[in-house]
């Protein structure tokens, strides 16, 4: 699976577990809306301020699931997000997409296979005559 997949499926899955938490404090605490997300975001952000607290053993089970749960999603997610940018992915992403829409521009055009020394004077040649063609650059 690519990183950007990874990181998608990662995201989806954090946004999951905070529609979760939020649903599961409603029902289970009889919370507000507005207190079910506060109390899902200081749970999953382990800030922890105790204004909002559950009262019923099973809301202390389900907070414990969505802690350790919503925690490893989030860790998870940044690990694959800092990965992404450590490795220039992203910048590899962009270039290969930027690449691609290019191509699918080109109506009648050339491929050099190979840039080398010959294929740069090719390269050179097509730009001189003003012809279509996209080399690794992107040009």
């Known amino acids: 699976m690519s990183p950007l997949r990874k990181l998608i ?3 989806f899955s954090v946004l999951s577990i905070v529609l979760i938490g939020i649903v599961g404090l409603m029902i289970l605490e009889d919370l507000t809306f507005l207190q079910a997300v506060y109390l899902t975001v200081v749970t999953l952000t ?22 350790i749960t919503g925690v490893t999603l989030i ?16 910048a590899s992403f962009i270039g290969r997409r930027n690449m ?20 740069r004077h090719v390269v050179d040649a097509l730009r001189r005559e003003g012809e279509s063609f996209v080399d690794q650059q992107g040009a």
Request: charged share 10%; proline share 2%.
């Open 9 to 11: 499926l990662g995201l």
């Open 46 to 67: 382990t800030t922890g301020f105790g204004d909002v607290v559950v009262h019923t053993p099973r809301g202390m089970i389900f907070i414990i699931f969505l802690l």
């Open 75 to 90: 860790a998870y997610t940044s690990g694959i997000f800092v990965s992404i940018i450590l490795e220039g992915q992203l």
């Open 100 to 119: 691609s829409n290019e191509i699918s521009r080109l109506n009648n055009h050339i491929i050099v296979c190979g840039a080398g020394r010959v294929g």
